[in-house]
């Protein structure tokens, strides 16, 4: 199949100036922006809220999407899609009524995706596929960028795309931490269609645009 997405994550930007840091990824070629969002309850980290998001919406026109790692979700999901978000993505591990939390999330009129930790079985999805329209498998624990590619998730993400075919559901599946050029090909080729990239997007030497073009090249 064609390429997949490259998501930009804005997690490691120069929140001094995000409105041109999202600007800049738009600018590079990302599909989408993510907006991680800590509580320093669930991770032990702590990063913007619905705000922020709604003061950089008007700096791209790619779709932004909320990636919440916070303990109790439910009570912002309305508030993200407020902001701007077109997919809220919610920790499976943080959702004990995740059925009902992916059902609000679209009656909100936003897709609804749920967050996979890397020690956390794809059996909690196996029943809310009708409800999902993305399933993000966590490459790294999460908190932070910059950290290091777990390449035992590929076996996941692969479990997680003959899950999908199965189905007959369109459940996107998306990676999440340590993706750069030496790890997308494979995160790729086990089924992952958009891959979220941090730090080897923000931090590239030769700038964003450089670097989501050695993603994509990396790829070929
Ligand atoms: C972890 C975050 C990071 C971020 C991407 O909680 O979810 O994975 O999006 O960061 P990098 O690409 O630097 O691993």
Redesign the pocket.
């Given at each position: 199949s064609d390429e997949p997405v490259i998501v930009g994550?804005v997690?490691?930007a120069d929140y001094a100036h995000l409105g041109n840091e999202v600007a800049s990824l738009t600018a590079a070629g990302v599909g989408r922006i993510?907006w991680?969002v800590?509580d320093r309850r669930f991770?032990p980290n702590m990063t913007f809220g619905p705000d922020v998001v709604a003061a950089c919406r008007k700096y791209s026109n790619m779709p932004f999407e909320a990636?919440l790692?916070v303990q109790d979700p439910d009570p912002m999901l309305a508030d993200f899609v407020a902001a701007g978000c077109e997919t809220i993505i919610v920790h499976a591990e943080t959702c004990p009524h995740l059925l009902r939390t992916l059902a609000t999330i679209r009656e909100l009129g936003a897709q609804a995706g749920v967050a996979v930790n890397p020690s956390t079985p794809l059996d909690f999805v196996r029943y809310v596929l009708d409800h999902l329209d993305e399933i993000v498998i966590?490459t790294?624990n999460?908190?932070?960028?910059?950290?290091k590619y777990i390449p035992a998730m590929e076996e996941k993400v692969s479990e997680m795309r003959a899950l999908v075919g199965r189905s007959g559901r369109a459940v996107k599946i998306e990676v999440?931490?340590?993706?750069s050029t030496a790890t997308a090909k494979a995160a790729w080729y086990a089924g992952a269609e958009l891959l979220?990239?941090?730090?080897?997007v923000l931090s590239h030497p030769g700038g964003k645009k450089a670097a989501v073009a050695e993603l994509h090249r990396a790829m070929a």
């Open positions: 994550s997690l490691g993510q991680d800590m991770v990636h790692m966590m790294v999460p908190g932070f960028g910059g950290q999440d931490g340590g993706i979220v990239a941090g730090s080897a």
